[in-house]
Structures are given as structure tokens and as C-alpha cells.
């Protein structure tokens, strides 16, 4: 009896893995053999963090944070038409999308819910087993600049409000607090270089 049960277990256990989805990782603890996959998709995040926020900036110093609403996302979505083409997808998502089109890949979904309201300190990122491919999502954290239109609503000028209402009638990128996952970029890298 003992051994048919514990075969019941394993069979269980199995399945619910199985329903879990694809393998994934902490990023430390991604296999060895993954980790030069893993930082040829980081080089697109930095890449594509660095595009976001010159051109953040840029914005900001031109005309303020409702010019940077209005422009947050050119660059970004010109780097990931350019990474397409060579067989890389990548995005930006969060658990409270101001831009319904940034919804995070299937593969993402669990993690980014089940890390909603933690702390980037808390989170390194995660890697996925996708068979011949790598998904790769790594936290952004919300810092002091990012509150100008992804704070506290109560906190937000009443011009950038307006801007959102517009812009963005359905957002929920509000109500970040510093340190706080505000979102994540996220790439789908082949495991092998063409």
C-alpha cells in the first residue's frame, strides 16, 4: 500500500508541474549552460532601459512629465521592431499596464503576478525554459522620477491626470511606491545565436 501511494504522489506532483507551465528560475539559479543566453538578453534590456530612459529625459527636460507620457515609448518600440527582425521578441510589462498592448507574454504572466508589490532589491528576475528559445524578464524599479506619472494618483499634477485620461483612458500604472516593481522588461532570446 505504502508503495502504490507514493506512486500516486509522484504522478500528482508531476502533473502539477506539468500544469505549472514551462520550467523557469531565479536568475542565479538559471543552468550554466543558459547563462551566456542570459546575458546576450540582458544586453537588450539595457538596451532597451537606456532607450526609455534618454528618451524619458529627454522629454522631461523639454516640456515635463506630460511631454514624457506622450513620447515614453518611440525609441522603445522601434528597438523591438529592429530586434524582431533578427529573431529576438522583447517588451515591457507590469501587473498594472498603463498601455493594454504591453500585456507580458504568456510565458511572464505567473511571475509578474505572483511578484506584484514586492521590492526590486527582493527580485533579480527570472529566466524560462521555452524550449529552443529563453524567455528572460527582469524588474524596473519605480524611483523618484517615475512618481511624476506613475505615483500615488492623489500626487500627480492635475495636467499630467489629464494627460492619462486621454492618452490612456483604461491605465492602472499608478499608485507605485519607490523601490517598488513598477514593471519589467522581458525578451524571448534563441538558445542558440543565429
Same mark, same amino acid.
Given at each position: 500500500?505504502? +508503495? =502504490?501511494? /507514493? +506512486?500516486?504522489?509522484?504522478?500528482?506532483?508531476t502533473a502539477a508541474l506539468c500544469a505549472q507551465g514551462p520550467t523557469s528560475w531565479s536568475i542565479r539559479d538559471t543552468p550554466p549552460a543558459l547563462r551566456p543566453v542570459v546575458a546576450r538578453a540582458d544586453l537588450v534590456i539595457a538596451s532597451m532601459h537606456d532607450s526609455v530612459l534618454r528618451e524619458l529625459s529627454a522629454a522631461f527636460d523639454e516640456g515635463g512629465p506630460e511631454l514624457a507620457i506622450k513620447s515614453s515609448h518611440i525609441e522603445s518600440v522601434e528597438l523591438t521592431h529592429r530586434l524582431a527582425r533578427e529573431g529576438v521578441a522583447a517588451g515591457r510589462t507590469s501587473d498594472r499596464l498603463r498601455n493594454p498592448t504591453n500585456s507580458a507574454p504568456a510565458w511572464a504572466v505567473a511571475l509578474v503576478k505572483a511578484n506584484a508589490g514586492r521590492k526590486t532589491r527582493e527580485v533579480e528576475g527570472f529566466t524560462v525554459d521555452l524550449g529552443d528559445r529563453l524567455g528572460v524578464i527582469r524588474p524596473v524599479a519605480e524611483r523618484g522620477i517615475c512618481a511624476n506619472c506613475h505615483g500615488p494618483i492623489e500626487g500627480l499634477r492635475l495636467a499630467v =491626470?489629464?494627460?492619462l485620461v486621454d492618452r490612456?483612458?483604461?491605465?492602472? /500604472?499608478? +499608485?507605485f511606491a519607490e523601490g517598488e516593481i513598477r514593471g519589467w522588461f522581458w525578451v524571448e532570446m534563441p538558445k542558440h545565436p543565429r
Open positions: 500500500m505504502h +508503495g =502504490r501511494f /507514493a +506512486g500516486l504522489i509522484l504522478v500528482a506532483s =491626470r489629464a494627460v490612456y483612458p483604461a491605465d492602472k /500604472a499608478v +499608485g
